[in-house]
């Protein structure tokens, strides 16, 4: 079953702009995860950030981790055409430690 | 490093058929996983192997779905027989030790179901 939900579901946005997308869960997790994934190479790891974690950088992306509201964001900064790709979340649950995802957020950077 | 390799990366069969899809993990991670993605929808988790042992299979359809992974390394994922609804990508992913590790996906099968 999926219980992480992409909002919004699709993003459209100039290049160089800020890009934001959301996560929310339902259940208790140790870690949550963002993947991206395009045409050209396939599923990719970005960044895991763990439930004792509030936020985590990675070159432009930041990630944002409330463990009380149940949901994490994802900041794209200075965007680029390389970064139009569908991005996913996936949480680690406490319960099963199985990787769960949503639906993803399909992100279109126009040049 | 070398990545997650799958093969093959296209398949079309028709539907009653049988396929298998083949899976090498990258050199030294415990934990191997097999998803079904459907175009517009994120992976569905369908085996996820520690070793070669099966720490989760609930949504594998069981009557036509079968997996193996011997000797903890490779694994293959087969359907028989096959429905016009496994028409869908195939993704392998391994990581050190379970779900508190980032997985590393193979390109993936894209298995057409006619």
């Known amino acids: 079953s999926q219980q992480g939900e992409e909002d919004p579901q699709a993003l459209s946005i100039q290049e160089g702009e800020n890009a934001t997308m959301n996560c929310s869960y339902k259940?208790?997790?140790?870690?949550l995860q963002w993947y991206r994934q395009n045409s050209g190479r396939g599923l990719v790891h970005l960044i895991l950030?763990?439930?004792n974690e509030r936020e985590k950088h990675s070159g432009r992306l930041r990630v944002t981790l409330d463990t009380s509201k149940k949901s994490s964001s994802l900041l794209i900064t200075a965007s680029r055409a390389a970064d139009t790709a569908s991005y996913f979340c996936?949480?680690?649950?406490?319960?099963?430690?199985?990787?769960?995802w949503g639906a993803g957020t399909k992100l279109i950077i126009k040049p | 490093e070398a990545g997650v390799a799958q093969s093959p990366r296209y398949k079309i069969i028709e539907k009653r058929q049988s396929v298998a899809f083949w899976c090498n993990p990258i050199?030294?991670?415990?934990?191997l996983y097999w998803y079904q993605q459907i175009l517009g929808q994120g992976p569905k988790l369908l085996i996820q192997?520690?070793?070669?042992?099966?720490?989760?299979d609930s949504q594998l359809p069981k009557d036509r779905f079968s997996a193996e992974r011997l000797k903890g390394v490779d694994s293959t994922l087969k359907i028989q027989p096959a429905k016009l609804e496994d028409s869908a990508v195939y993704l392998c992913?391994?990581?050190?030790?379970?779900?508190?590790?980032?997985?590393?996906f193979g390109p993936g099968t894209r298995l057409t179901v006619t």
């Open positions: 996936a949480t680690d649950d406490v319960s099963n430690y199985q990787l769960i």
């Open positions: 259940t208790s997790i140790n870690n």
């Open positions: 950030i763990r439930s």
């Open positions: 050199s030294g991670h415990a934990t």
């Open positions: 192997f520690q070793n070669n042992g099966v720490v989760d």
């Open positions: 992913a391994s990581s050190l030790a379970g779900a508190a590790y980032e997985q590393y």
